[in-house]
Structure formats: C-alpha cells, structure tokens
C-alpha cells in the first residue's frame, strides 16, 4: 500500500486523471486523499483494512448502512468511452476516409477487404470491432500526419 501511493497512485492514476481532467477544462478532486484522510489510514490495522481478502473493508461496512447492498457488493466497472458508437455516429465520415478501401491498398499496411467486412460488420451491429478498427484509424491518422496528408475533419 505504501509503495502505491508513493509510486503509482502520483505516477500513474493522479497523472492521467490530471491530464485528462485539465485537456477539457474540468476541475477534479480526490477527496480520499485529504492528508487527515490519509493519516488516519495509515494509522489503521491492515487487518481493519482487507477483511477475508476483501479490500475497502470499513468503506463498505459504512456505505452497507446508507446505500443499497447491489450498489456496494458489486465488480469494478471502469469508465469506457463510447468510442464504438461515436465510429457509427459523429466519427463515421472521419472513420470512412481513413478507411477508404483504394488507400488502404495503396499503403498495404492492412488487407483492405478485411478491413472493410470489420467495418461493415461494426456499422451494423453484429461484430463489435471498436478495438481493432480504432488500432487501425489510429495508425491511418498517424500516417497520414506523417506523410503530411490528413483526413478530412469529421
């Protein structure tokens, strides 16, 4: 726990959430790490702490009496952007250009024809591909800033 919140929680979770929190003007707080909060953490015995391999032991007996137990008893869930949706809705035109079939051909970085069946799959709906097509249009964007042709702007 120590070595965390010296090392990845002001290296890594803090940085990001920082960055990204200031690139669209938007003030964060994080409120567990007020320096009494802190304190009074460190003061505790893990045993207090992890209960039967349980972490945030006495956050969830606290919340267990003020909130729904579906709420507290519940798998991590992360914070995902709707980039899948965005490719089918604002992001399409933008998408389609670095995705055109001749480019990519030209280029012959990807197998253009497969690239395409990704795409039409992903358009309606019946293969999720978010991942490997957003791989795919981040490379074109790149190539392209790099050979000074740019997509056209969405």
């Known amino acids: 726990m120590y070595r965390d919140s010296v090392t990845y929680l002001p290296d890594d979770i803090l940085a990001k959430v920082d960055r990204a929190s200031m690139a669209v003007a938007l003030e964060t707080r994080v409120p567990f790490l007020d320096h009494r909060v802190a304190d009074l953490a460190a003061r505790i015995p893990l045993d207090l702490k992890i209960g039967g391999g349980e972490g945030k032991l006495i956050l969830r007996k606290l919340l267990a009496s003020l909130v729904p137990p579906e709420l507290v008893e519940r798998p991590k869930s992360g914070f995902q952007l709707p980039v ?71």
């Open 84 to 154: 899948g949706d965005w490719l089918k809705g604002p992001l399409r035109v933008w998408a389609e250009d670095l995705l055109d079939p001749a480019s990519l051909g030209a280029q012959g970085w990807f197998d253009a024809d497969a690239v395409q069946r990704r795409w039409r799959d992903h358009l309606s709906g019946h293969r999720d591909s978010t991942e490997a097509l957003w791989a795919i249009l981040t490379f074109q964007a790149w190539l392209g800033e790099q050979s000074g042709v740019t997509a056209k702007a969405a």
